[in-house]
């Protein structure tokens, strides 16, 4: 993999950051179980990295790692350079756009030590499309060993966890017919036809789960 280019830090406003009010509950939790899982040095690819919040709470708290932001939205590109510098991070590298059903990944192409691929809070509020392209895009560019780490609400054997979750479901099925939690049994064959083992299940605060799915 090429260096690890940290951002250049210079000209940059910290006003751009925007603020995802459940990150600030999560990133502590998050980052507990991510230490269990991303022992080896390496990159990881985020994907959906919203506001960069996450990213830069992980970065320096994982220095062994680098951390590679993507969001299929540039305009929150500022927002993700404006936290990674707030957070003083050298193991940040530019955000990149990445939209998982383009065919190609380019930053995942760019990335030959990659580890981990790292998605939290998006499958549910995409189309399974996306949760597809998610895991078709693990199985090709994870090596053998590497992880796909998801974070999030979840169904199991059809039944939410929990009466909040099943009012969230209804509420993004209301936004989208698309969107909706998904149950661990599809994201879990999903991963079985795209070489991805499902290893860990974890729970987390507020009735969120980390998945763990091992390429083989
Ligand atoms: C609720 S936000 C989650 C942001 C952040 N990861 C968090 O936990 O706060 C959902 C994310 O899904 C991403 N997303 C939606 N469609 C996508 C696609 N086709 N490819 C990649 N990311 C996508 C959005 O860009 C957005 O960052």
């Known amino acids: 993999m090429e260096p690890a280019l940290s951002m250049a ?44 919040e996450h990213g830069a709470w992980f970065a320096p708290r994982l220095p062994h790692l680098t951390w590679q932001p993507t969001e299929f939205d540039p305009d929150m590109h500022k927002s993700i350079t404006a936290w990674a510098a707030d957070a003083g991070a050298e193991n940040i590298v530019p955000p990149q756009t990445l939209d ?20 939290s809070c998006v499958v549910h ?42 009012d969230f479901d209804a509420w993004l099925r209301s936004q989208d017919p698309d969107w909706g939690i998904r149950d661990l049994n599809d994201v879990t064959e999903l991963g079985e036809d795209c070489g991805l083992t499902r290893e860990t299940v974890a729970q987390m ?3 969120n789960l980390s998945l763990v799915f091992r390429r083989i």
């Open 125 to 166: 509020i995409t189309p399974w499309a996306v949760t597809e392209a998610l895991f078709r895009g693990a199985g090709k560019y994870l090596p053998t060993g590497g992880s796909l780490i998801l974070y999030g609400p979840f169904i199991i054997d059809g039944e939410p966890t929990a009466p909040s979750n099943a």
């Open 205 to 207: 605060p507020a009735n």
């Open 100 to 119: 998982v059903l383009d065919k190609t990944w380019l930053p995942a192409e760019g990335l030959d030590d990659l580890v981990a691929i790292f998605s």
């Open 9 to 52: 830090y210079d000209d940059i406003d910290l006003n751009d950051r925007r603020f995802a009010p459940s990150v600030m509950r999560n990133r502590e939790p998050i980052l507990d179980f991510l230490k269990t899982v991303l022992i080896e040095p390496g990159s990881v690819l985020e994907v959906g990295s919203g506001t960069g």
